[in-house]
């Protein structure tokens, strides 16, 4: 179906997602733009099997190379474009489909600075945070705290976040999946295919 897929002006992450769509032989169609503001794409995993996703760039004004301080706090990045794609997010979870937030680093050549696992983990659940005893000065709880995104209560409509990636050992395109444990429409990780990498959590 995607072979007379014409739309233009896509944004380099798009053209990356649909490579990585068509080298792994995945079957995808373009969501059509609507009145209310929908998701981009659906990937079709099956006879009654599909997830929606959500591109989501970081970018900047200034080249990487021209900014002589990088850095930040951990997990801003995505943070903000969980807060940038709620409207799409929710129009297709609201259909009872899950829905995945896909963030591509096109600012970073490495795709490194804002987009690393613990940057996806501290927006998601929040920053770790570790308790210490004052008497003994030994630590005696870790836990997420400050800043958590997903919550029972907050943003259940997000099935997972996902990190594109292009670029390292012979260039390969990789996905990898950072599941919400609080999604309404969670997704059936048994039945994806090894394409997409998968870290799942058990914070309860």
């Known amino acids: 179906m995607h072979k ?3 739309r233009m002006q896509r944004t380099y992450s ?3 997602f649909e490579r990585w769509l068509d ?10 733009t609507e ?16 997830i929606v996703f959500e591109l989501k760039q970081i970018e900047s004004d200034r080249n990487w190379e021209d900014d002589i301080v990088h850095g930040g706090e951990i997990g801003a990045f995505v943070r903000e474009r969980i807060n940038r794609s709620k409207p799409q997010i929710r129009t297709s979870s609201s259909q009872g489909k899950p829905t995945v937030l896909v963030v591509f680093n096109a600012y970073d050549p490495l ?3 804002g987009t690393e696992d613990h940057d996806f983990i501290f927006a998601m659940y929040g920053a770790y945070t570790l308790k210490m005893s004052v008497e003994s000065g030994k630590i005696i709880e870790g836990f997420h705290g400050r800043g958590k995104s997903f919550q029972a209560n907050k943003n259940t409509s997000f099935s997972a976040i996902a990190r594109l990636k292009e670029g390292g050992r012979e260039a ?6 950072f599941e919400n444990i609080h999604a309404r429409v969670p997704i059936d990780y048994d039945s994806l295919p090894p394409c997409f990498e998968v870290v799942r959590f058990n914070l309860l």
């Open 172 to 177: 390969a395109i990789r996905m990898t999946i």
């Open 111 to 113: 795709q490194l600075s």
């Open 35 to 50: 009145q209310v503001r929908t998701p981009d794409y659906a990937v079709i995993l099956g006879p009654s099997a599909e």
């Open 23 to 32: 080298n792994n032989g995945l079957s995808w169609r373009p969501i059509p």
């Open 14 to 16: 798009e053209l990356v």
């Open 4 to 6: 007379a897929y014409t």
